[in-house]
């Protein structure tokens, strides 16, 4: 028997010049955080623009974490929202109501 998990998807980091364009989502991750991959991959399937910060391998990662109120990850932008966490329905949700770019 042959266990077939999720198709590894990379992230797209905010400073790289793919992420140049306007995001829809920016997020802060780390490469441990199965949550954070977990969303990776729902923003790669359902062809959303987003880009992501990790908090322990850059140095803005590591500081937008540290301004922020929580202490957990994702911690996921949506235009001038933050879900902490990743729900699915909530991420298509902000994005259905929202107009405006991620704010990081």
């Given amino acids: 028997m042959q266990y077939i998990g999720e198709v ?21 991750s780390a490469s441990w955080c199965q949550y954070c ?7 790669v399937s359902n062809d959303i623009n ?5 908090i322990e391998r850059s140095e803005r990662g590591a500081a937008l974490y540290k301004e ?10 949506i235009a001038d929202r933050e879900l902490i966490g990743f729900n699915a329905k909530q991420v298509t ?12």
Avoid at 50 to 54: F, G, I, K
Wanted: hydrophobic fraction near 40%; charged fraction near 25%; aromatic fraction near 10%.
């Fill in 50 to 54: 987003y880009c992501e910060w990790d």
């Fill in 68 to 77: 922020s109120k929580h202490k957990a990850i994702p911690i996921i932008y």
């Fill in 93 to 104: 949700q902000l994005l259905t109501e929202s107009t405006a770019p991620a704010k990081y």
């Fill in 8 to 28: 590894a998807v990379e992230p797209v980091n905010c400073a790289s010049k793919a992420a140049e364009k306007s995001t829809d989502v920016v997020m802060l």
């Fill in 37 to 43: 991959r977990r969303a990776r991959q729902y923003f």
